[in-house]
């Protein structure tokens, strides 16, 4: 099957977030290809697996999300368009790099959606601890250094969720890789 040039068509964004998000997409291109330092890159999603994320949450009625790794906003803008025709829907997404938080409120400003977003900056594991949930989708996209999360720097990652009672997984092979893991219902 063909690729798509352009996966924000496929699913009927509007034409001006599209714009925006293939602006914050090149950004980000252009970024990690000059940064040498990591925890200055973008790294941001591929366009398909953001596209296939956006069709997951939308898909799965999904009205809870916490984003771990906010970056420039590139994926929290497509979570939260995901969320839009929503009512009752919360999206928390938490950063640690504070000149990232601010170019993710500045995007989100940008795409009308920062008002739809609890941006929050800080480490994962310490701020974690202060939310109020439940959450229904987590949406993991941190530092795969130390938490990993592509084939070959994900290996303990996908172990552990392997091991977990109760939940069933997959990784897709679009973009780098998303891993998916599902938790049954009791």
Known sequence: MPRSPNPTHDINLDPELAELLSEIERFGKENDRRETDR???????????????????RATDRRSILEIGTSNGYSTIWLADALRSRTECKLVSIERSPMKLEMARQNLLRAGLLGS????????????????????CVFFDADRISAPSHPGEIANYLSAVAGLVGFSSVTVPIGKGLNIAYRQSP
Do not use: C, Q, W, Y
């Not at 925890?39 to 949450?57: D, F, G, Q, S, Y």
């Not at 977003?117 to 959450?135: C, D, H, K, N």
């Open 117 to 136: 977003v609890t941006l929050l900056e800080g480490e994962a594991s310490a701020t974690i601890r202060t939310l109020e949930g439940p959450f229904d």
């Open 39 to 57: 925890k200055r890159k973008m790294l941001n999603l591929e366009p398909e697996t953001a596209a296939l994320l956006h069709i997951l949450v």
